[in-house]
């Protein structure tokens, strides 16, 4: 496979993961100061950026923007899943199922051709 086709999915991953801690992280310390939560969100969102900006970048000779986007959202979901579970404690039900089914068949066709 064409690596400008497999690296962006590589650097979305990664980035997504920084950026759930980024956005989510600090919901496992509800006392920790906002005034100290934002700052240390922005930077390990910085570490996101450095990754997702390159993927879409290297992505966009190989896929349109929409399948970029697309992909990114099928990721970031996915990432969340797997972080909202191990990292927060949350469980997964049927209907967060059904919703990432139903992403999942709009991915289909953002990739149909």
């Known amino acids: 496979?064409?690596?400008a086709?497999?690296?962006p999915?590589?650097?979305?991953?990664m980035s997504n993961v920084f950026m759930t801690f980024a956005w989510y992280g600090q919901?496992?310390?509800?006392?920790?100061?906002?005034v100290l939560v934002i700052p240390i969100s922005w930077g390990i969102a910085f570490?996101?950026?450095c990754l997702a900006v390159p993927a879409n970048r290297i992505g966009?000779?190989?896929y349109s923007a929409a399948q970029l986007k697309t992909m990114q959202e099928v990721i970031t979901l996915s990432v969340f899943a797997v972080f909202s579970t191990t990292y927060l404690g949350e469980a997964i039900r049927w209907n967060h199922?059904?919703?990432f089914g139903?992403?999942?068949?709009?991915?289909?066709?953002?990739?149909y051709e």
């Open 9 to 13: 999915i590589v650097l979305l991953c």
């Open 47 to 49: 570490f996101e950026y």
């Open 102 to 111: 139903l992403l999942a068949g709009a991915a289909f066709f953002a990739f």
């Open 1 to 3: 496979m064409n690596l």
């Open 5 to 7: 086709a497999v690296a």
């Open 27 to 34: 919901l496992k310390f509800p006392n920790a100061p906002l």
């Open 97 to 99: 199922v059904v919703a």
């Open 60 to 62: 966009y000779t190989v």
